[in-house]
């Protein structure tokens, strides 16, 4: 970990194969900050639609487990606030499990690299 730290901030370019990528974390302020308000603001204002998004269409969702979330969330019997979400406002850390071809700076062959949400289209 120790000779990688002077990599922070650079551009690095290497052959691996991906083995594991998962979300560590997920930040989502404007979410933390609209829970923070009382059911019936939350209700009566409609803010959840107002600052983020309807669920769709289900048609186009490729994973069943995605299919699933959309159909219950686009249930005609829920609240307008229900049928909403502030996706868009999240932030996620990434770890990445790559198996090097050689090792790598005299360590084993496996790297666990940590990226950060601006690299998203990349992950």
Request: some cysteine; glycine content about 4%; overall charge positive.
């Amino acid at each position: 970990q120790a000779p990688c730290h002077h990599l922070t901030g650079l551009t690095v370019q290497w052959t691996g194969l991906v083995e594991r990528v998962r979300i560590v974390q997920r930040s989502n302020y404007v979410e933390r900050m609209v829970n923070i308000l009382p059911d019936l603001v939350r209700r009566k204002t409609n803010i959840k639609c107002l600052l983020g998004d309807k669920f769709g269409s289900c048609m186009n969702k490729t994973s069943q487990v995605a299919k699933l979330l959309c159909q219950t969330r686009t249930q005609p019997d829920l609240e307008d606030d229900q049928k909403c979400h502030l996706e868009r406002y999240s932030s996620y850390h990434y770890q990445i499990v790559l198996a090097m071809p050689v090792p790598l700076f005299g360590a084993g062959r496996t790297v666990v690299l940590t990226v950060e949400d601006n690299h998203r289209q990349a992950v």
